[in-house]
Protein backbone atom coordinates (compact mmCIF):
# COMPACT_ATOMS: atom_id res chain seq x y z
CA UNK A 1 0.00 0.00 0.00
CA UNK A 2 1.68 2.88 -1.27
CA UNK A 3 -0.73 5.77 -0.22
CA UNK A 4 -0.17 8.49 -2.41
CA UNK A 5 2.78 8.66 -4.63
CA UNK A 6 3.87 12.26 -6.82
CA UNK A 7 5.54 12.54 -9.40
CA UNK A 8 8.39 14.00 -10.32
CA UNK A 9 10.24 14.49 -7.10
CA UNK A 10 12.22 17.65 -8.35
CA UNK A 11 12.02 19.95 -11.29
CA UNK A 12 13.03 23.27 -12.94
CA UNK A 13 11.74 24.99 -15.66
CA UNK A 14 12.32 28.17 -17.34
CA UNK A 15 9.68 30.75 -17.41
CA UNK A 16 7.04 30.27 -19.81
CA UNK A 17 7.40 26.26 -19.83
CA UNK A 18 4.82 24.13 -18.58
CA UNK A 19 4.48 20.93 -17.16
CA UNK A 20 2.35 18.36 -15.28
CA UNK A 21 2.42 17.40 -11.80
CA UNK A 22 1.06 13.51 -10.88
CA UNK A 23 -0.99 12.78 -8.00
CA UNK A 24 -1.98 8.90 -7.55
CA UNK A 25 -3.45 7.19 -4.60
CA UNK A 26 -4.35 3.67 -3.91
CA UNK A 27 -6.53 3.88 -0.63
CA UNK A 28 -9.62 4.01 -2.97
CA UNK A 29 -10.22 7.82 -1.58
CA UNK A 30 -12.78 10.30 -3.11
CA UNK A 31 -11.32 13.49 -2.16
CA UNK A 32 -7.86 15.04 -3.69
CA UNK A 33 -6.35 18.13 -2.98
CA UNK A 34 -3.29 19.99 -4.01
CA UNK A 35 -1.58 22.55 -2.02
CA UNK A 36 1.21 24.67 -2.23
CA UNK A 37 3.52 25.49 0.29
CA UNK A 38 6.08 28.61 0.36
CA UNK A 39 7.48 30.25 3.58
CA UNK A 40 6.13 32.00 6.01
CA UNK A 41 2.70 31.05 4.11
CA UNK A 42 1.67 27.90 5.04
CA UNK A 43 0.22 24.98 3.22
CA UNK A 44 -2.61 27.17 0.65
CA UNK A 45 -4.67 24.95 -1.37
CA UNK A 46 -4.67 25.41 -4.94
CA UNK A 47 -7.62 23.10 -6.38
CA UNK A 48 -9.39 20.04 -5.24
CA UNK A 49 -11.70 17.66 -6.21
CA UNK A 50 -14.69 15.18 -4.57
CA UNK A 51 -15.00 12.89 -6.90
CA UNK A 52 -13.97 11.70 -10.52
CA UNK A 53 -14.38 14.06 -13.37
CA UNK A 54 -15.32 16.69 -10.81
CA UNK A 55 -12.58 19.83 -10.02
CA UNK A 56 -12.91 23.04 -7.90
CA UNK A 57 -11.04 25.96 -7.36
CA UNK A 58 -9.69 26.60 -4.05
CA UNK A 59 -7.47 29.61 -2.66
CA UNK A 60 -4.83 30.09 -4.63
CA UNK A 61 -6.03 28.74 -7.97
CA UNK A 62 -4.67 31.00 -10.93
CA UNK A 63 -2.34 29.26 -13.30
CA UNK A 64 -3.04 26.05 -12.78
CA UNK A 65 -5.45 23.59 -14.01
CA UNK A 66 -6.22 20.32 -12.97
CA UNK A 67 -7.99 17.29 -13.98
CA UNK A 68 -9.63 13.89 -12.17
CA UNK A 69 -10.19 11.63 -15.09
CA UNK A 70 -9.65 8.39 -12.89
CA UNK A 71 -10.22 8.34 -8.97
CA UNK A 72 -7.00 7.18 -8.31
CA UNK A 73 -5.17 10.30 -10.38
CA UNK A 74 -5.10 13.83 -10.03
CA UNK A 75 -3.13 15.64 -12.27
CA UNK A 76 -1.83 19.81 -11.47
CA UNK A 77 -0.84 21.59 -14.61
CA UNK A 78 1.37 24.72 -15.18
CA UNK A 79 0.74 26.25 -18.90
CA UNK A 80 2.98 28.72 -18.52
CA UNK A 81 5.03 28.24 -15.54
CA UNK A 82 6.41 31.88 -13.15
CA UNK A 83 8.67 32.32 -10.85
CA UNK A 84 6.16 32.86 -8.24
CA UNK A 85 5.32 29.32 -8.80
CA UNK A 86 8.38 28.13 -7.45
CA UNK A 87 7.05 26.12 -4.59
CA UNK A 88 6.97 22.87 -3.02
CA UNK A 89 3.58 21.41 -4.06
CA UNK A 90 1.73 18.75 -2.04
CA UNK A 91 -0.97 16.32 -3.13
CA UNK A 92 -3.47 14.84 -0.42
CA UNK A 93 -6.26 12.39 -0.31
CA UNK A 94 -9.18 12.17 2.30
CA UNK A 95 -12.30 9.63 2.95
CA UNK A 96 -15.25 11.30 2.27
CA UNK A 97 -17.20 9.74 5.42
CA UNK A 98 -17.43 11.35 8.53
CA UNK A 99 -14.84 12.12 10.57
CA UNK A 100 -12.30 10.48 8.33
CA UNK A 101 -12.63 13.34 5.52
CA UNK A 102 -11.17 15.64 7.77
CA UNK A 103 -7.43 13.49 7.57
CA UNK A 104 -5.71 14.28 4.87
CA UNK A 105 -2.95 11.60 3.58
CA UNK A 106 -0.14 13.49 2.11
CA UNK A 107 2.43 12.91 -0.37
CA UNK A 108 5.80 13.24 -0.46
CA UNK A 109 6.05 16.48 -2.56
CA UNK A 110 6.90 17.87 -5.88
CA UNK A 111 9.79 20.95 -5.63
CA UNK A 112 9.72 23.43 -8.43
CA UNK A 113 11.97 25.91 -9.30
CA UNK A 114 11.06 28.43 -11.36
CA UNK A 115 13.79 30.04 -13.51
CA UNK B 1 -5.82 38.71 10.32
CA UNK B 2 -4.58 35.25 9.67
CA UNK B 3 -7.54 32.68 9.91
CA UNK B 4 -4.95 30.27 11.54
CA UNK B 5 -1.99 31.78 13.50
CA UNK B 6 0.77 30.28 15.30
CA UNK B 7 3.78 31.46 16.99
CA UNK B 8 6.56 30.39 14.31
CA UNK B 9 9.25 29.54 17.08
CA UNK B 10 11.66 28.15 17.34
CA UNK B 11 11.32 26.75 20.41
CA UNK B 12 14.84 24.99 21.79
CA UNK B 13 14.04 22.61 24.62
CA UNK B 14 16.47 20.11 25.87
CA UNK B 15 15.37 16.13 25.89
CA UNK B 16 12.97 15.86 28.92
CA UNK B 17 11.40 19.44 28.71
CA UNK B 18 7.77 20.11 28.70
CA UNK B 19 6.74 22.47 25.84
CA UNK B 20 3.03 24.12 24.86
CA UNK B 21 2.04 25.23 21.70
CA UNK B 22 -0.54 27.93 21.04
CA UNK B 23 -2.55 28.42 18.14
CA UNK B 24 -5.91 30.71 17.17
CA UNK B 25 -8.26 31.08 15.32
CA UNK B 26 -10.82 33.62 13.54
CA UNK B 27 -13.85 31.89 12.17
CA UNK B 28 -16.06 30.43 15.33
CA UNK B 29 -17.88 28.56 12.75
CA UNK B 30 -14.97 26.06 12.81
CA UNK B 31 -16.22 22.50 13.19
CA UNK B 32 -13.00 20.55 14.13
CA UNK B 33 -9.33 20.97 14.97
CA UNK B 34 -6.30 19.10 14.24
CA UNK B 35 -2.06 19.32 15.03
CA UNK B 36 -0.58 18.23 12.16
CA UNK B 37 3.11 16.97 12.00
CA UNK B 38 5.90 18.12 9.28
CA UNK B 39 9.65 16.87 9.22
CA UNK B 40 11.96 18.65 7.84
CA UNK B 41 11.36 18.50 3.93
CA UNK B 42 8.49 16.07 4.52
CA UNK B 43 4.80 15.89 4.14
CA UNK B 44 2.58 16.84 6.74
CA UNK B 45 1.24 13.72 9.07
CA UNK B 46 -1.71 13.97 11.33
CA UNK B 47 -0.39 13.92 14.94
CA UNK B 48 -3.80 14.03 16.62
CA UNK B 49 -7.64 15.20 16.40
CA UNK B 50 -8.42 17.41 19.19
CA UNK B 51 -11.80 17.04 20.77
CA UNK B 52 -13.47 19.96 23.20
CA UNK B 53 -12.90 17.73 26.39
CA UNK B 54 -9.62 18.03 25.36
CA UNK B 55 -7.45 14.36 24.10
CA UNK B 56 -4.28 13.07 25.31
CA UNK B 57 -2.04 10.05 23.50
CA UNK B 58 1.01 9.43 25.25
CA UNK B 59 2.98 12.46 25.84
CA UNK B 60 1.27 14.33 23.73
CA UNK B 61 -1.92 16.23 25.25
CA UNK B 62 -4.60 18.82 23.04
CA UNK B 63 -7.06 21.24 23.85
CA UNK B 64 -9.76 23.15 22.38
CA UNK B 65 -10.67 26.24 23.88
CA UNK B 66 -13.94 27.72 21.65
CA UNK B 67 -14.83 30.76 23.88
CA UNK B 68 -11.35 31.67 23.14
CA UNK B 69 -10.67 30.28 19.56
CA UNK B 70 -7.47 28.67 20.62
CA UNK B 71 -6.18 25.63 20.62
CA UNK B 72 -3.06 24.16 22.83
CA UNK B 73 -0.41 21.22 22.17
CA UNK B 74 1.46 20.00 25.51
CA UNK B 75 4.13 17.35 24.83
CA UNK B 76 6.14 16.21 27.83
CA UNK B 77 9.05 14.60 28.42
CA UNK B 78 10.59 15.69 24.50
CA UNK B 79 12.43 13.66 22.72
CA UNK B 80 14.98 14.54 19.83
CA UNK B 81 12.80 12.62 17.52
CA UNK B 82 9.77 15.41 18.24
CA UNK B 83 12.08 18.30 16.45
CA UNK B 84 10.12 19.09 13.42
CA UNK B 85 6.94 22.06 12.67
CA UNK B 86 3.67 21.15 14.23
CA UNK B 87 1.07 22.31 12.31
CA UNK B 88 -1.79 23.57 13.53
CA UNK B 89 -5.03 22.93 11.34
CA UNK B 90 -8.76 24.02 11.53
CA UNK B 91 -11.97 23.00 9.58
CA UNK B 92 -14.42 25.62 8.83
CA UNK B 93 -17.12 24.41 6.76
CA UNK B 94 -15.56 22.63 3.62
CA UNK B 95 -11.82 22.83 3.76
CA UNK B 96 -9.11 22.82 5.80
CA UNK B 97 -6.94 26.16 7.36
CA UNK B 98 -3.22 25.00 7.81
CA UNK B 99 -1.62 27.23 9.93
CA UNK B 100 2.12 28.44 9.19
CA UNK B 101 3.60 25.88 11.54
CA UNK B 102 5.63 26.07 15.27
CA UNK B 103 8.99 24.90 14.75
CA UNK B 104 10.70 22.60 17.51
CA UNK B 105 14.05 21.97 18.02
CA UNK B 106 14.97 19.69 21.07
CA UNK B 107 18.48 19.52 22.24
CA UNK B 108 20.35 16.28 23.91
Known amino acids: NAGVTQTPKFRVLKTGQSMTLLCAQD?????MYWYRQDPGMGLRLIHY???????AKGEVPDGYNVSRLKKQNFLLGLESAAPSQTSVYFC??????????????FGPGTRLLVL | RKEVEQDPGPFNVPEGATVAFNCTYS??????FFWYRQDCRKEPKLLMSVYSSGNEDGRFTAQLNRASQYISLLIRDSKLSDSATYLC?????????FGTGTRLQVFP
Open chain 1, 27 to 31: MNHEY
Open chain 2, 27 to 32: NSASQS
Open chain 2, 89 to 97: VVNPPDKLI
Open chain 1, 49 to 55: SVGEGTT
Open chain 1, 92 to 105: ASSNPEGAARETQY
